[in-house]
């Protein structure tokens, strides 16, 4: 089966919302081509705000935030119900590709899960593999007791030094145009006259107290970070790092909450309001982890992994489970062309999404290899859909800059593979 037909690409965009539905490989192109492996890395799934009511992001509005059913920065219930319907979805896919046979018990060459050892990963790691495989017995590998980075997903910097520090900068600053840095926030300027209005910050505690740190929210000069074994990071005192909090948990308590009103604060808020306040946060992260230079620095450990699990001629499908920092990186370093995905708030990452490289054996004798991005819809998120081949998530086609796609969309794996060897090279040539 085939996860998405390349030819939809282009009329993606167009079509409204919701709209598009998945289409399965061809019987011709099963006739052509056998699933052999799939290696898949994925963001957690729907979970708590990383900051609680009583943080600066409760006293920038007079509101009460959604009552979350997990402690902050925990996988929530509802989080773990789509993450098994996720995991129900990949079972009948790999099944129908032939991948696996029903009710499969896997060996430990055939399938390997590796979560982040920070909850909400290790959580979403078990809800899939509960779909995935429900009398397989998988086990979900991770190296640390709860909470706590692991460097094959810690998106740390280990390469630093004034020349990188100096090119990085230059890198971030192409994304602002004309004005550089500045320009970031500029650009930002209508979503964060949205935010600071839904969030009516001009009634919160923050504006009551005449708190200093509201003059954040006009500091368009935004500082960036960058230090040895630790994440790229701006300074506080901007309105991007401080508004990136209150987008994110704006996402997420549209995610969990059913009425749009009360999401919204008693805002009416259009599909479109919903994107401009998640805009917020896609730029957040783009900044700080898709500079050529950065991304090929965090991206290293899970690009070498990813390409060794790729390479393994016994494995079958391999699992991992970080966050968005992870797929914006190993995209970027990869040279995934730029895209904004349908039928989601957040267009490049969304909660939940999953980077899939699928490898076939051709009867051709060539090997070749498929590359996208899968994700629950929004109404998938937010009503609990189930998730099936019927009711597919989304599943949209990465482009790698400069390679080309034969005539049934697939690349060549030799070709994939160079560019994991190009990301690896380009690491090592950091000054």
Request: charged share 25%.
């Amino acid at each position: 089966m085939k996860l998405f037909n390349t030819a939809l690409a282009a009329i993606l965009l167009s079509l409204p919302l919701g709209s598009v539905a998945q289409q399965q490989r061809s019987p011709e192109f099963k006739q052509k081509y056998q699933l052999k492996e799939a290696v898949v890395l994925s963001r957690h799934n729907i979970r708590s705000p990383l900051s609680d009511s009583k943080s600066d992001l409760g006293r920038m509005t007079p509101h009460q935030w959604t009552v979350w059913s997990a402690p902050k920065s925990e996988l929530t219930l509802r989080g773990g119900a789509v993450e098994t319907m996720m995991g129900q979805y990949f079972r009948k896919w790999a099944e129908d590709a032939g991948l696996f046979p029903e009710n499969h018990q896997p060996s430990a060459d055939d399938v390997n899960v590796q979560a982040n050892s920070m909850q909400r990963c290790i959580a979403t790691a078990q809800y899939f593999t509960s779909g995935f495989m429900p009398v397989g017995g998988v086990e979900v590998n991770h190296r640390y007791v709860p909470s706590k980075m692991d460097p094959l997903f810690n998106p740390q910097l280990t390469k630093v030094s004034p020349e990188f520090v100096a090119i990085a900068m230059k890198q971030i600053a192409e994304q602002g145009g004309k004005n550089g840095i500045r320009g970031i926030s500029e650009q930002l300027r209508p979503d964060y006259e949205l935010i600071i209005d839904v969030l009516d910050v001009d009634k919160s505690p923050m504006t009551k107290d005449n708190d200093p740190k509201l003059k954040a929210l006009d500091n368009y000069d935004t500082e960036f970070v960058f230090e040895q074994f630790r994440e790229p990071g701006l300074k506080s005192g901007s309105a991007l790092k401080t508004l990136n909090g209150a987008s994110d948990a704006f996402i997420l308590q549209y995610y969990e909450e059913p009425d749009t009103l009360k999401a919204a604060f008693g805002h009416k808020l259009t599909r479109a309001d919903w994107e401009r306040l998640a805009h917020i946060k896609d730029v957040y992260q783009d900044a700080l982890f898709t500079a050529p230079i950065v991304a090929v620095n965090v991206a290293r450990p899970l690009i070498q992994y990813m390409y060794d699990e790729l390479r393994s001629p016994d494995r079958r499908f391999t699992f991992l489970v970080g966050h968005d920092s992870n797929l914006s990186s190993v995209a970027t370093a990869l040279g995934v062309e730029p895209y904004e995905l349908p039928a989601a708030i957040e267009k490049k990452t969304p909660i939940g999404s999953k980077i899939v490289v699928e490898k076939f054996e051709g009867k051709d004798g060539k090997t070749y290899a498929d590359i996208n991005i899968v994700y629950p819809t929004l109404e998938q998120l937010r009503n609990l859909q189930l998730i099936t081949l019927d009711n597919p998530p989304m599943v949209y086609p990465l482009s790698l800059e400069g390679l080309e796609r034969n005539a049934d969309g697939l690349y060549l794996l030799s070709d994939v593979e160079s560019r994991f060897e190009q990301a690896l090279r380009a690491y090592d040539a950091i000054p």
